[in-house]
C-alpha cells in the first residue's frame, strides 16, 4: 500500500522530539515491507509581524524535507491565526497541502490517507481524500475530541469528515465511547493502543537511576527519600497544582515537575504558599534520552491531568517499573487493572495523598510493574495500524 499521513504535531529540525509519539509510529509502519510511506506535516505560522517571533521565526527556517523522523517528511507552511482562527485550520491546511498531495499522487498513486489527530489533521484530510478520490482514515488520540468536540464549529467538520471516512481509530476503549456520543460511526471505529519503546523504557534499579539522575547537571533531583515525578506541560490541564497540594499532606517526600509552560509563575506561588519550595523541583523540559531514567527514578508517578486518551507517559512510567496515580479519565481503567499498575482517584490533592501514601507503605517490585505494560510495543502498534489501513482499502 502507498499512504500519505498528515500529521500537524510530527517531529521536525527546530522541535525534533514534537510528536515524537507520531513519529515512533509512522517508523514502525513505514519499516514494513508491505507499506511505501509518504509523511506531509504542515507547519502553521502566522502573519507578520507575529512570525518575526519564536518559535515562528525558526519554524519559517524548516526545509520543505528532512529526515529527522527517521523517515522522510515534507513540510509545507500554511497561514496560522493565533487563537482567533484554529477552527478554521482544516481549510488552510488543506489549501497548502494540496498542490503537493496532487503532485505526488500523480507521480505515484495513493492508496489512502492517513490523518493523526481528528483537529485540525481530520477535516483536512477528508478534504484531500475527496480531491483525489481516496479513502482516508481517522485518529482520535483524547484531547482532540474532549477540546474540539466541545467548539461547535469544530465538531461540525470532524462529525463530517467521519462520516465519510473509511475508519476511525481510538486509543481507548472508552475513548471510541466517546466518539460514538459525538455521533461518529461506531462499527467504524477500530480500537489502536499507543505503542512503547522498549529498548528506552525498562526498569533501572531505582537506586541507580536516581544516582544517574542526581548527577546530571541540568536535573541534580534529590538522592535520598521518596520521589514524586509529575510529566508534563505545565498547563492547567495537566493539574500540577493537586500534586503540590497533595505532596503538602505528606511527612516526607519530594516532588519533582518534568516540563515547561504557561503556568509555571502560578506554581510556583503555590509552592511558596504552602511552604514546599524546598520540597518542590521544576525541572523544566526533560528530553527524550533523560525520562526514562526519571521515571525509574520515581517511587510514584502522579499525572492528575483532566483528560487524556491513553497518554503515552502512564505507558512508559509503567514500563519503567514506576506505578501511577491517575483520575479516572480516558482508558485510564483499561491500563490500571490492579493496585500493583497505581490507583485510580478522584481528581482532588486529598485522594491523590492518600494514594501516594498507600504505594509507599506497599510498593510492588518494578519487574512486577513493568509486567503490566509487556504488551506494548512500537512493532506491535505498526503492525495493528497497517492492519486496519488494509481493511480500509480493501472495503472502499
Known sequence: MRILSISTLFPNPVRPSF?????????????????????????????????????????????????????????????????????????????????????????????????SFFFPDGPAAATIASDLGVPFTIKSRGADIHYWGNRPRALAQMQ????????????TEALKQDMAELGMPEDRIFIHYTGLDRERFKPIKRGAARALVSALPNLGIWPEGPLIVTPGALIARKGQAFAIKALSQLAQGHLALAGSGEDETSLRALCASLGLSDRVQFLGHVDHDTLPQLLCAADVVVLPSSSEGLANVWVEALACGTPIVIPDIGGARELVAGDTAGRIVER??????????????????????????????WDR???????????VVASA
Open 19 to 115: 510528536g515524537n509519539f507520531v513519529g515512533s509510529q509512522m517508523c514502525a509502519a513505514a519499516a514494513r515491507d508491505d507499506v511505501e510511506l509518504t509523511m506531509i506535516s504542515p507547519i502553521g505560522i502566522p502573519p507578520w509581524p507575529l512570525s518575526l517571533r519564536e518559535p515562528y521565526r525558526s519554524l519559517r527556517e524548516i526545509p520543505a524535507t528532512s529526515t529527522v523522523s527517521g523517515i522522510l517528511a515534507h513540510y509545507p507552511k500554511f497561514r496560522l491565526i493565533p487563537k482567533l482562527g484554529a477552527d478554521s485550520n482544516p481549510g488552510r491546511i488543506a489549501n497548502t497541502v494540496l498542490p503537493l498531495a496532487r503532485k505526488l499522487h500523480r507521480e505515484n498513486p495513493f492508496d489512502l490517507i492517513d490523518a
Open 381 to 391: 502498534n505498526g503492525a495493528r495500524i497497517v492492519d486496519i489501513w488494509q481493511q
Open 160 to 171: 463530517e469528515a467521519a462520516s465519510a471516512a473509511g475508519g476511525l481509530l481510538a486509543v
Open 348 to 377: 482532588n490533592p486529598d485522594a491523590i495523598a492518600v494514594a501516594i501514601g498507600d504505594i509507599l507503605n506497599n510498593p510492588p517490585t518494578q519487574e512486577e510493574v513493568a509486567e503490566t505494560v509487556s504488551g506494548f510495543s
